[in-house]
């Protein structure tokens, strides 16, 4: 089985030019160094709110580097140059619309400009792509979902499903921490205990 791969886009104009520091990228990889358990290696970039170049990277990272799993941040809302789900829409094969459903009703708990973000998941080839918002805190909330005082899960956060949608891809078998996203699987998709 292939090793898990996993590309991270930050689409910024101000953090691609220098304007200010990049908070996408690390915040990505610092949560997906606490929720898996499984072993993955990152391809990142940073670049501007620009159709082509979006599109151009999402196809990169799908189509030469061989990530099962490409996230991006920013760019979901509706200005004119947010622009990042009109280039995922543009390179996808198939559009899973759950995951931009469920990112919604999770940032609802968060802020009431929730709707504002355009967010959508698709898949290339065997590959799904999922827009995060640009909020660098956005990342943690969207992924983990939302918790009460006891970390009970009150809504469940889209990464609880990734897993097994890269399962059904003939992806690698992904397993995370589940005090940070427990990812679920039907019973007949778990793999036997060694
Ligand atoms: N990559 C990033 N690093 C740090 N903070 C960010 C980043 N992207 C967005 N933010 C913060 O989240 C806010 C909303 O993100 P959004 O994607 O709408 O940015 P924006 O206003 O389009 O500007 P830009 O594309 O220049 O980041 C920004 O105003 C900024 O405060
Ligand atoms: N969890 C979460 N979702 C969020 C936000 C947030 O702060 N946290 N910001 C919202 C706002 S204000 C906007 S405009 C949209 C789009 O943000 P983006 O353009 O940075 O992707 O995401 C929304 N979703």
């Known amino acids: 089985m292939a090793e898990l791969k996993i590309g991270l886009v930050s689409v910024s104009d101000r953090a691609s030019s220098g304007v200010y520091e990049d908070k996408g990228l690390p915040a990505l990889a610092e949560w997906l160094a606490g929720a898996l358990l499984t072993p993955f290696s990152l391809e990142q970039r940073l670049i501007p709110d620009e159709q082509p170049q979006i599109e151009a990277t999402l196809k990169q990272l799908v ?8 996230l991006t941040t920013g760019g979901t809302g509706p200005a004119r140059r947010d622009v990042t789900p009109d280039a995922t829409l543009a390179v996808a094969d198939r559009v899973m619309p759950g995951f931009g459903e469920q990112m919604r009703q999770i940032s609802l708990h968060y802020v009431p400009t929730a709707i504002l973000s355009r967010q959508t998941g698709v898949i290339r080839g065997d ?3 999922l827009n995060l918002p640009g909020q660098p805190k956005s990342i943690k909330e969207t992924l983990e979902g939302v918790k009460d ?11 609880a499903s990734v897993p097994y949608c890269i399962q059904l ?3 690698p078998y992904i397993e995370t921490r589940p005090e940070v996203v427990a990812a679920f699987r039907p019973k007949s998709a778990l793999k036997p205990k060694e």
């Open 149 to 159: 005082a006891d970390g009970k899960v009150v809504v469940h956060g889209i990464f």
């Open 169 to 171: 891809l003939d992806g």
């Open 127 to 129: 590959s799904l792509i």
């Open 63 to 70: 189509d030469e580097c061989g990530c099962q799993l490409v």
